[in-house]
């Protein structure tokens, strides 16, 4: 993964947007932001073009956080990237800007199908359920001090790490199961269909062998609102 977050936001939130990447920055986290790593992209520009973009950067990023303010109401394009990375991977989480996160959700109650970051133990949250491409440690101070000399290990962050499969295709395997030996018996005389239950069953044996857990989103039970 090329970032470890993609934050999207609103436009019109720019002091707001620095400072939640400064303190995601400080916690470790490398932040994708459209404005600067998509300068030719126009938030007022709906298109084709835009959309390839985003989506492009989206897959390079392990996870989502969905900055909602009292402007992000307002943006043609939050809600956009929080149904394409829904599906992506599931690893989607709302970042509230202050304590009214429920009243700046008002009209758009599919916000609180995703767990919320609590303002309170905010880094501890994103520690477990946000998963970092690196942790730091020994590595980087042996590359920039090759020739010191470290009496003792240097303490490494602890960080969550992605999983093999994430919410997305835990529940897209889910759903093979029970439609297995149906159109597995349905397709003996189509080829083409087959073909097609031969490549869900790859993923579906995952399910049926039990090596993955039922789908949950990750943060789900501690990342609850508050009314």
């Not at 990447?21 to 400080?26: D, I, V």
């Not at 986290?29 to 600067?36: K, M």
């Not at 440690?137 to 499969?165: D, Q, T």
């Amino acid at each position: 993964m090329a970032y470890d977050i993609f934050l999207s936001h609103s436009s019109e939130d720019g002091e707001l947007v620095e400072r939640t990447r400064s303190e995601l920055a400080g916690l470790g986290y490398s932040v994708f932001l459209d404005s600067e790593a998509l300068p030719q992209v126009r938030p007022e520009a709906v298109t084709k073009d835009t959309a390839q973009a985003l989506r492009d950067a989206m897959r390079e990023c392990g996870s989502l956080l969905y900055l909602i303010s009292e402007k992000s109401a307002a943006s043609r394009w939050m809600p956009w990237e929080l149904g394409f990375f829904d599906g992506f991977c599931g690893r989607v989480f709302i970042y509230p800007a202050d304590g009214n996160a429920a009243r700046h959700a008002r009209g758009r109650e599919y916000l609180k199908i995703y767990p919320m970051v609590p303002l309170r133990g905010r880094e501890e949250f994103l520690r477990k359920y946000v998963p970092k491409s690196s942790v730091p440690g020994v590595a980087p101070v042996a590359k920039l001090f090759p020739h010191a000399v470290v009496p003792w290990p240097l303490p490494a962050m602890e960080a969550a790490r992605a999983p093999l499969f994430d919410y997305a295709q835990q529940e897209a395997t889910a759903m093979h199961g029970p439609r297995l030996l149906r159109e597995t018996q349905q397709s003996l005389f189509d080829p083409l269909g087959g073909l097609r239950i031969a490549a869900e069953m790859t993923q579906a044996v995952w399910r049926l062998w039990g090596l993955m857990p039922a789908p949950r989103r990750p943060g789900e039970k501690e990342g609850r609102w508050r009314e």
